[in-house]
């Protein structure tokens, strides 16, 4: 027998946070929290855009999903980011990825090629309305010796037939309004969106083709029963013939039963995200005049894209004692200064943060997780775009797409040793992050 509730309360006292994002857009769809028993041909944990993607791809496909989300869809990672929409890793290249993962590398590197291409199509297709602006992305360099890394980007990715250009300075001058770069790495396919609405349009999007979201339902474990896997929740467990965990950098945050292989391989790292005013026409026409979403070289990421308003959506990062907020205030308004003078003066209306799931090596972790299982993690702050193409491949997965046919370069979890220590002091990582920006390379 299956029961569902509709309540409009989260768990405990979790709250939304107090993003630009969510002060913005319309509240998601209502969907009921997970009583009783259920039954599914595939279960999904996590309702952020790996899930949703996910489903949606099921949903296409006419199979039967239900998605198991702790607070409501949106409420991780994918709600609460800087919304740029980037075809590339974080910083493994393509060669990186193929070393490593050989002929599913190279289907990898394929799927991460065309998947701003996807989000955007996906979004069109549907009617999601979130703001998005396929507008491109641009990686500036920081320093003239630093090219190299757009050199070689550009080379890369032109091998594999990505639509990008290697800028002089004079050109991301004009590009970015700015004299601060020294040439960089253009990536056409890529944009920005809002990202808590697109959760939320993927979210009655799935809705609307017959998935079944669970909201306010922690899962608290899963195990393999005979041929079934089963998820259970504290008022409810669901039974489904294959499953996929997408629960990712807040894989340890409702339940450390959920899976502590996965949740200790990557390092949740708080990453702060902040919204000016809006900018008046005169001075938004003179920084990133065509919109592009940008973020540069720097370990300590500069970062900014436009939101609808003509905000700059930016942010930083700070350690130590005193109020992280108003110190990000007051660093992140210098350097906004410092790279675009003619803003004059900066006040930011929303600050607010997210786990952003590092690896050690910046790639992601793609894996089997038993018969008709499969789960990742490591987006290493850059998978808005990515996650559209892997719900794909993890739907094939589950729908027994032989695995040399996937784009999923699989491996086995390896646990990062003295875990809680480690996620304790991992943001001193950042004092490590701004000698080497202040260094050139050779
Ligand atoms: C502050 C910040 C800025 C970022 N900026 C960018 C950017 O500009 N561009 C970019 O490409 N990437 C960016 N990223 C990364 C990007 O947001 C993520 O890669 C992406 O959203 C991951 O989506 P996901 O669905 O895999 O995970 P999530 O969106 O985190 O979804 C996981 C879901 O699982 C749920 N969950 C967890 N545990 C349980 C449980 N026990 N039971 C049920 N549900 C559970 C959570 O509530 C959550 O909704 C950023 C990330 C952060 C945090």
Redesign the pocket.
């Known amino acids: 027998m299956q029961m569902a509730t509709t309540t409009s309360n989260i768990p405990g006292n979790v709250q939304w946070p107090q993003s630009l994002w969510a002060a913005q857009t319309p509240p998601g769809p209502d969907c009921p929290t997970l009583e009783g028993s259920a039954h599914a041909d595939v279960v999904v944990?996590?309702?952020?855009?790996?899930?949703?993607s996910t489903a949606l791809h099921l949903r296409e496909a006419g199979v039967d999903v239900a998605i198991?989300?702790?607070?409501?869809?949106?409420?991780?990672?994918?709600?609460?980011?800087?919304?740029?929409?980037?075809p590339t890793l974080s910083r493994p290249d393509p060669d990186d990825i193929v070393a490593r993962h050989g002929a599913a590398g190279e289907r990898f590197v394929a799927v991460l090629r065309d998947s701003a291409a996807a989000l955007f199509d996906t979004v069109r297709r549907y009617g999601i309305e979130a703001e998005q602006e396929q507008a491109g992305w641009v990686q500036p360099v920081h320093s003239p010796g630093r090219i190299k890394i757009a050199e070689r980007r550009f080379k890369q990715w032109s091998t594999f037939g990505a639509d990008v250009e290697l800028l002089s300075r004079e050109q991301v001058r004009d590009m970015l309004g700015s004299n601060a770069w020294y040439g960089g790495f253009w990536n056409k396919t890529g944009g920005?969106i809002n990202?808590l609405a697109l959760?939320r349009g993927l979210a009655r999007t799935v809705l609307g083709l017959g998935a079944r979201i669970y909201a306010r339902?922690?899962?608290?474990d899963f195990e393999r029963r005979g041929d079934r896997w089963v998820v259970r929740?504290e008022k409810g467990e669901l039974s489904a013939r294959a499953l996929v965990l997408?629960?990712?950098?807040?894989?340890?945050?409702?339940?450390k039963a959920?899976a502590p292989d996965i949740a200790h391989e990557v390092m949740p790292v708080l990453?702060?995200?902040m919204a000016t005013q809006p900018l008046s026409d005169n001075v938004r026409k003179s920084i990133i005049p065509a919109r592009q979403?940008m973020?540069d070289t720097h370990g300590e990421l500069y970062?900014a894209?436009y939101d609808a308003r003509n905000r700059l959506v930016t942010?930083g990062a700070v350690i130590g004692p005193g109020n992280k907020a108003e110190r990000l205030k007051a660093r992140v308004a210098e350097r906004l200064q410092r790279l675009w003078p003619q803003i004059g003066e900066v006040s930011f209306d929303y600050v607010?943060?997210?786990?952003?799931?590092m690896t050690t090596d910046y790639m992601p972790r793609i894996h089997k997780l038993g018969p008709d299982a499969y789960g990742?993690?490591g987006?290493n702050?850059?998978?808005?775009?990515?996650?559209m193409p892997l719900g794909a491949e993890l739907a094939k997965a589950v729908r027994g797409v032989p695995e040399n046919e996937l784009a999923l370069p699989f491996s086995e979890p390896v646990t990062i040793p003295a875990h809680a220590l480690l996620r304790k002091l991992a943001p001193l990582m950042l004092l490590l992050y701004r000698q080497r920006d202040a260094r050139e390379v050779s």
């Open positions: 944990i996590g309702a952020g855009f790996t899930g949703l198991v989300e702790a607070i409501e869809p949106g409420w991780g990672a994918s709600g609460r980011n800087n919304g740029q929409v980037i920005h990202p959760a339902s922690p899962v608290i929740t997408a629960s990712n950098a807040y894989s340890g945050e409702f339940s959920l990453s702060w995200q979403a973020s970062f894209r942010g607010w943060n997210g786990y952003v799931g990742w993690t987006c702050g850059r998978a808005v775009a990515l996650t």
